[in-house]
């Protein structure tokens, strides 16, 4: 009775030890940007230095696509 016993649960605990799955997952990696960012103009309030902060801005959105990797369009 003790062998009957003994093949059962060996029969059972192999039946749930071969059921392996693998999962491949990609996992991402952090790099640091070695990108330096502009100086920012001064506000004086007239149409050049608006046209300087926009230049700015632009520049700076350049930057962080570098960095990203985005291809311009």
């Excluded at 009775?1 to 990696?29: H, Q, R």
């Excluded at 230049?55 to 990203?68: D, G, P, R, S």
């Amino acid at each position: 009775m003790k062998v009957y016993l003994i093949l059962v649960i060996s029969f059972i605990l192999t039946g749930c030890a071969s059921k392996e799955k693998v999962i491949y997952k990609d996992i991402l990696i952090p790099t640091k940007c070695d990108a330096k960012m502009p100086l920012k103009p001064a506000n004086n309030g007239d149409f050049e230095s608006h046209k300087a902060k926009m230049i700015y801005y632009m520049e700076c959105e350049n930057t962080l696509k570098f960095c990203l990797g985005i291809k311009d369009d």
